[in-house]
């Protein structure tokens, strides 16, 4: 995968994340759906630029995240948290915040180093089905929340446009 190929990656991600109302949905689907953020933003980036995800592709991407998660983001996660709630230590909250965001930015390395994208016509259909079959992997049950929240996160993919190639 080329460097800037990540780096575009990673410009989606935080200018979709930054979108109105896309924080919340995405921290929603993954505190109450148990879902990856850096799994779905990559299923949007995948669908803008036209690559649509096999069961394959994506159960190796599941697999990959699952791991990531368990072993490395919910812990940092859980001890920023803890930090956070520590008198004096802004410092360390900030670091650790920093070290948060730097292994988000590495897991969605690794998710293009597992499953590197074939670009064509992109399209919301696309980004749609990729997500779509994320929620069946992932067994996540399509309740009024969890389809709200990826319909907001739909409808902000379209206002940023097509990807670069």
């Given at each position: 995968?080329?460097?800037?190929?990540?780096?575009l990656?990673?410009?989606?991600s935080?200018?979709?994340?930054?979108?109105?109302?896309?924080q919340?949905?995405?921290?929603?689907?993954q505190?109450?759906?148990?879902?990856?953020?850096?799994?779905?933003?990559?299923?949007?980036?995948?669908?803008?630029?036209?690559h649509?995800?096999?069961?394959?592709?994506?159960?190796?991407?599941l697999?990959?995240?699952t791991g990531?998660?368990?072993?490395?983001?919910?812990?940092?996660?859980?001890l920023?948290?803890?930090?956070?709630?520590?008198?004096?230590?802004?410092?360390c909250?900030?670091?650790?915040?920093?070290?948060?965001?730097?292994?988000?930015?590495?897991?969605?390395?690794r998710?293009?180093?597992?499953?590197?994208?074939?670009?064509?016509?992109?399209?919301?259909e696309?980004?749609?089905?990729?997500?779509?079959?994320?929620?069946?992997?992932?067994?996540?049950?399509?309740?009024?929340?969890?389809?709200?929240?990826?319909?907001?996160?739909?409808?902000?993919?379209?206002s940023?446009?097509?990807?670069?190639?």
């Open positions: 995968m080329a460097k800037g190929m990540e780096v990656f990673w410009d989606f935080l200018a979709l994340y930054r979108a109105e109302g896309v919340d949905a995405c921290l929603s689907l505190n109450n759906a148990g879902l990856d953020v850096n799994l779905l933003l990559y299923c949007c980036w995948a669908g803008q630029g036209g649509l995800f096999s069961h394959g592709e994506l159960r190796r991407l697999d990959l995240s990531w998660q368990s072993a490395i983001m919910r812990p940092m996660r859980q920023r948290q803890r930090i956070g709630k520590e008198v004096g230590a802004e410092g909250y900030a670091g650790a915040k920093n070290l948060e965001l730097q292994l988000e930015r590495l897991e969605q390395s998710l293009q180093q597992e499953v590197p994208l074939t670009w064509g016509k992109g399209s919301k696309t980004a749609t089905a990729n997500l779509r079959t994320y929620l069946m992997l992932a067994a996540v049950v399509r309740d009024q929340a969890v389809n709200r929240n990826i319909s907001h996160l739909l409808d902000s993919i379209e940023l446009g097509r990807p670069p190639a």
